[in-house]
């Protein structure tokens, strides 16, 4: 359910830690010979790290699409596992009557389904509108970003919180990425731990040295939680 009603907010990042790429006076500087064309998100010890080998052969193009859709990944990711910490005690759309997200979204009005599903296509509209080629002006726009467009720079900060140096703010693009990354693992861990036990996390018994040795889900899973 989170996921869904994040997706409305997909577009934008989250404004306490991070914020959108800039404008184009501040583009990011792509180089043919530097791992992803020179994007942020190297970082010690692992350095460049693509252990399937999907950037082998890809153009700039394809690359600068691959950093969009991970950008827009993680945001979702980030505001869907705080999601999952906060909707223990506060859930205005859910009944209250608890129990996993996924059992209670069936239980939701279509008056619900109408807004969320009307907000994430206004939200995916408006992002398309910013970074997307036009696909009726010729056939190689399709699925492409404009050409001029920033991935993840959507003009969003409200805050002012974008820091004027440009090495400073290449070192807050990579904070959101790795919290990016970090937050989609979350979200995957959320979604994994309430199908396997059919609980929220707030209605569980977890013993530190389950966790530790990593058998927390199957011992939950035996133990009929």
Known sequence: MLSMMNAATSSFAPVSKIVAAPRANLKMIAKEEEFCF????????????????????????????????????????????????????????????????????????????????????????????????NPYEKPDNVQALKAEYTPGDLGFDPLGLKPDSPEEFREMQTKELQNGRLAMLAAAG??????????????????????????????????GL
């Open 38 to 133: 020179g994007l942020p998100g190297v970082i010690d010890p692992t350095g460049p790290f693509d252990p399937a080998n999907l950037l082998e052969g890809k153009s700039k193009e394809e690359v600068m699409r691959y950093r969009e859709a991970e950008l827009t990944h993680g945001r979702v990711g980030m505001l869907a596992s705080a999601g999952f910490l906060v909707q223990e005690n506060f859930h205005p759309l859910f009944s209250g009557d608890g129990g996993p997200a996924i059992e209670q979204i069936p239980a939701l009005p279509p008056a619900i389904w109408f807004v969320m599903t009307l907000g994430v296509g206004i939200a995916e509209a408006y992002r398309i509108q910013i970074g997307w080629a």
């Open 190 to 223: 959320f979604l994994a731990q309430e199908a396997v036990t059919g609980r929220t996390w707030g209605s569980l018994d977890y013993k530190l040295e389950d966790v530790l040795v990593g058998g927390w889900f199957v011992k939950a899973a035996a133990d």
